[in-house]
């Protein structure tokens, strides 16, 4: 009897395919255009090729125990601690395996978060069972320290066994330098009451760690990888050096320090990111003469990339990210809830949050295979790249005096404030796309479901005697939702938002690609774009026009289309009073023509379309 696939070439009888196959079938593609179009560059300038070989040789990166989860950490911020509590029962009976415990004033607040006081830290632990293996994060800043006092005494109150509580206590004085852009002391004050509260926890039997080294303060900021890597570095020797000068020995003090790492939708540079710091804490750990033990990672997925607009995109973001990072050996993670950036999460924002990790852990089984990255020769290459150039930032940290010193030389913010600067310049120019700000905006989306609570006022933090350049939070999609407010404030006070009019040239088969451009294009920026049927006699167009009710309009068609009416079409709006005509598409040698019969702007993908969208609302304001 004769099989089907009898007939059929084994896969061994199929030619190799090797590199240069590859580059004929890509010179194909570019016709003519130079290879290097191909290679990316990260804001570091860290070279990403197309295609890469297998790495050879190479070990995994070790991180979390074999085939270990990691923890689902939850975040908890109502200010109101008795609704904080009951929303971490109701996550840890429903999958949560750890509660990041915000207090107002941490660095990751973003205005919400717990009281700092005894009597909120007893609410909010009530009826959790801190002994039953269940991970604790804290995340305090300068004006909420004491919360870790509070915790601990709480801890003791309750009779239970220090060591057997999971507690990361989230010690972190450098990062809220950074952020808050003042000290009231010097690092020479800081570093006693910091070991001082560390040696103190330690001697009622924590096991920590006590000191977090928090790089989400530079991702929050806009910064970059290499800068986020360096900043972990600088932050986590300056701590080891404080605590081993307290006279605690060092291979005690390696266990009691801690990082936190931004995850956000980029994977491969997430992936490579946390590979890289790894590798980079265990040199740091081999120069002080230690055995390189695994550094405890944790996760937030990022606050930056959250959109207030069409925020259910933040949930892919976030899958993204979680993916990324538990790949890359996080050892927790956190979830911020799609809905955070409009204000307090629902019970719904917060299921999605915690059910991200879920699904990739109970249905995916990301945990089962340790670093499986290791020898994909395109991550290899990056998180070799990324920790050449993350030392030798982490270096100029050392000589500048440490990370104290360096933020008081702007050593980290001028690198961090040029990265945001060619970041906000591709975000402008969508070349960074932000999907449901910058670019598929729904103008008629429906109003997101958020928590009404009022925060917790704080009083301010500490004389500002020691004064440099702050690393404030910031979201990527903020210029575009500006725009969008302003629309909104329009419909409010006027039962209309601003329109533009796209005055369609032609038949469809001529207009339809540029006309849908231009109506993302004009909507991501709150102006409403009012579609319109092909025209070739210019007085149709005009009563077209005149109907729509628009200020603005926006000719779009072909190429041969424009040649033969964009004139006579831009010429007929003008004299209708159209306050302002763009042209979808770049200008060519017909611009002189076109702009002297009234057009007076371009749109066209790689151009600046926040500045674009700017003076469109200038404009219509002036009139």
């Known amino acids: 009897m004769t099989s089907v696939t009898d007939d059929l070439p084994l896969a061994a009888d199929f030619p190799k395919a090797t590199v240069e196959d590859w580059r004929k079938l890509v010179d194909g593609v ?6 290097e179009k191909l290679v990316g560059k990260t804001y570091d300038g860290l070279k990403i090729d197309p295609l890469y070989p297998r790495a050879r040789g190479v070990a995994p990166v070790v991180g979390r125990a074999a085939a270990a989860p990691w923890q689902i950490m939850q975040r908890i911020d109502h200010p109101d601690a008795a609704a904080a509590n009951a929303q971490a029962l109701q996550d840890l009976e429903n999958g949560a395996t750890g ?21 909120a830290v007893a609410k909010v632990l009530k009826d959790i069972h801190l002994d039953a293996g269940i991970g604790i994060e804290l995340q305090i800043g300068p004006q909420s320290r004491m919360a870790a006092i509070h915790v601990a005494e709480y801890v003791k109150s309750k009779g239970l066994d220090p060591a057997a509580c999971d507690i990361r206590f989230g010690l972190d004085p450098l990062a809220a330098c950074a952020v808050w852009g003042h000290s009231p002391y010097t690092w020479e004050e800081i570093a006693p009451a910091l070991t001082g509260a560390i040696k103190g926890l330690a001697a009622l039997g924590f096991k920590g760690p006590f000191a977090s080294a928090d790089g989400r303060v530079i991702h929050d900021a806009g910064g970059s990888e290499v800068q986020e890597l360096a900043f972990v570095l600088a932050c986590g020797v300056a701590y080891l050096r404080a605590i081993e000068g307290a006279g605690v020995p060092l291979e005690a003090a390696q266990g009691m320090v801690y990082a936190r790492l931004a995850a956000d939708a980029d994977q491969f540079l997430t992936m490579a990111k ?5 590798l980079l804490w265990a040199r740091i750990e081999t120069a002080c003469g230690l055995t390189p033990k695994p ?54 924002a917060r299921r999605v949050a915690r059910n991200t ?33 993350a030392w030798a930032l982490f270096q100029e940290s050392e ?63 500490g004389e500002q ?57 004009f909507e991501a920026g709150g102006i409403q774009a009012i579609d319109s049927e092909g025209f070739a006699d210019p007085a149709k167009l005009v009563a077209a026009f005149r109907a729509s009710g628009a200020e603005l309009a926006c ?69």
């Not at 946390?274 to 790894?278: D, G, T």
């Not at 990265?419 to 120019?429: G, L, P, V, Y």
């Open 30 to 35: 570019l016709k003519g255009a130079p290879f």
């Open 99 to 119: 509660l990041a415990l915000v207090f107002a004033g941490g660095n990751d607040a973003h205005g919400f978060g717990l009281e700092p006081t005894a009597d």
């Open 274 to 278: 946390f590979r890289a710091l790894r």
């Open 295 to 348: 550094l405890f990672i944790a996760a937030d997925t990022a606050w930056r990339m959250l959109t207030q607009r069409d925020p259910y995109v933040n949930m892919l973001r976030a899958t993204m990210a979680t993916f990324a990072a538990g790949l890359a050996g996080a050892n927790a993670i956190t979830v911020l809830p799609h809905t955070l950036a409009l204000g307090l999460p629902d019970p719904f």
């Open 357 to 389: 990790q879920l699904l990739l852990l109970e249905e995916s089984n990301l945990a089962k295979v340790s670093d499986p990255a290791a020898g994909a020769g395109g991550i290899e290459t990056l998180t070799a790249q990324l920790c050449e150039a």
């Open 399 to 461: 000589k500048a005096g440490g990370a104290f010193a360096a933020l008081q030389q702007a050593l980290f913010q001028s690198k961090v404030a040029a990265a945001r600067k060619a970041r906000d310049a591709n975000i402008a120019k969508r070349r960074d796309v932000l999907t449901g700000a910058s670019e598929f905006p729904n103008l008629h989306e429906r109003e997101t479901a958020v928590l009404k609570a009022t925060p917790v006022a704080l009083a301010p933090y």
């Open 465 to 521: 005697k020691y004064k440099f350049d702050a690393l404030p939070p910031i979201r990527l999609s903020e210029p575009f939702e500006a725009l969008r407010d302003k629309s909104d404030e329009a419909l409010k006070a006027r039962g209309a938002r601003p329109k533009v009019f796209l005055a369609n040239l032609g038949t469809p088969a001529d207009f339809t690609a540029r006309a849908t451009f231009a109506k993302s294009f």
């Open 555 to 623: 000719l779009c068609s072909s190429d041969k289309v424009y040649a033969e009416h964009a004139e006579a079409a831009a010429k007929a709006l003008q004299t209708a009073g159209t306050r302002h005509i763009y042209l979808a598409g770049r200008p060519t040698e017909a611009e002189a023509g076109l702009r002297a019969a009234g057009v007076t702007g371009f749109v066209f993908a790689g151009g600046d379309a926040l500045a674009t969208l700017q003076d469109a609302y200038r404009r219509m304001e002036q009139a």
